[in-house]
């Protein structure tokens, strides 16, 4: 497998609070993860950063075994929460940091997608992409409620308002599913990558470049940015072989 991550703070904001990796342990397993920190000023990026660091410390020297995967996961997220929560109300510079993640993690012939946020997991399987994480928010609520449709949901007011994040309270609510379907990439990006270009371009620009993960990752940044870049931007893609 190939794969490249890319994270910039686009063409608005002074300050990047997004973070990404994509990291192999030492047994092959493969983790990808795409994390937007909240709180400004300082707060959202060390949120961000303090969780990626965490996450990717525990996953490192892990062995892991497919039946407990799912088990680490919810485990080392809501250590991670746990962390992030105490902090914030330790130090009152810090009240009301969190962060989004997201992440793919592959152990041998299996992938499974865990999501706390908004930032996204989608699959790339022959000419489809195919979101697999529900964005966390109280549009999204809303629009599941009947109440609003997809297309009042792109103006409406509290459109950025999260409804789960990690740090942001006590208790999370870890999502975990298995990816059953075949795909060709996996691919995690921070919102905005996704308010500024829709699935079809970002499918469009994976498939421009086959060959090289690295560039299509960057490609995929620059037309966030040539769309306004009104948001950090952030991108983990991995081809499968």
């Given at each position: 497998m190939k794969y490249a991550f890319e994270t910039n703070p686009g063409k608005v904001r002074e300050k990047n609070e997004d973070t990404c990796l994509i990291v192999e342990n030492k047994y092959g397993d493969v983790l990808m993860m795409v994390l937007d920190g909240m709180g400004g000023h300082s707060k959202g990026d060390l949120a961000s950063n303090k969780a990626k660091e965490y996450i990717s410390s525990?996953?490192?020297d892990k062995r892991f075994f497919s039946f407990k995967i799912k088990s680490w996961i919810k485990k080392v997220l809501r250590k991670t929460n746990s962390m992030l929560f105490r902090l914030s109300n330790e130090q009152p510079r810090l009240k009301g940091m969190g962060t989004t993640v997201t992440l793919f993690l592959i152990h041998k012939n299996k992938t499974y997608l865990s999501y706390i946020g908004d930032s996204r997991g989608y699959i790339v399987n022959g000419d489809d992409i195919i979101q697999?994480?529900?964005d966390e928010t109280y549009v999204e609520f809303l629009f599941e409620q009947g109440k609003i449709t997809r297309d009042e949901m792109l103006t409406h007011?509290?459109?950025n308002v999260l409804t789960n994040s990690l740090g942001g309270y006590?208790?999370?609510q870890v999502n975990i599913l298995e990816i059953t379907d075949n795909y060709d990439y996996l691919l995690c990006c921070s919102d905005g990558l996704y308010n500024m270009i829709?699935?079809?371009t970002m499918l469009e620009?994976?498939?421009?470049y086959p060959d090289d993960v690295d560039k299509a990752a960057k490609r995929l940044i620059t037309r966030a940015n040539m769309r306004g870049g009104k948001d950090n931007v952030s991108v983990c893609l991995l081809r499968k072989d």
């Open positions: 525990q996953f490192v697999k994480s529900v007011p509290q459109r006590d208790k999370v829709d699935d079809k620009v994976i498939k421009k």
